[in-house]
């Protein structure tokens, strides 16, 4: 089995996350019912987040956010930091309230 390069592999992210969105809006187009919407919307939002993980680091690159405003860079960063103690807190809450269950 021969190796394939990183841009060979992000092709193939990026090729199957489209053709997930494409399946998605054919099976909604053709569809008569609500289930094969529904079916429809799954492929189109597993599509849409594969594109997403797919061609962040590129769109992050391209931007370069922290370069043109540190300000927002330093606020997601806080952000983040925040959340992460908040989730620990809920775990920590969580474990409490198992712990003192009777049964």
Do not use: T
């Not at 990026?14 to 969105?21: E, H, K």
């Not at 099976?27 to 289930?35: F, M, P, T």
């Not at 960063?77 to 003192?100: M, N, T």
Request: net charge neutral.
């Amino acid at each position: 089995m021969n190796p394939i390069s990183v841009g060979e592999y992000h092709g193939l992210c990026v090729g199957s996350a489209l053709l997930s969105i494409v399946a998605g809006c054919i099976i909604i187009g053709v569809s008569r019912e609500c289930d094969a919407d529904a079916v429809g919307g799954i492929f189109l939002g597993a599509g849409g987040l594969g594109l997403l993980i797919s061609i962040y680091p590129f769109i992050k690159a391209w931007l370069n956010i922290n370069h043109i405003l540190p300000s927002f860079g330093k606020l997601f960063d806080i952000l983040i930091h925040y959340l992460k103690i908040q989730f620990k807190d809920l775990q920590h809450k969580h474990l409490i309230a198992q712990s003192h269950e009777p049964w």
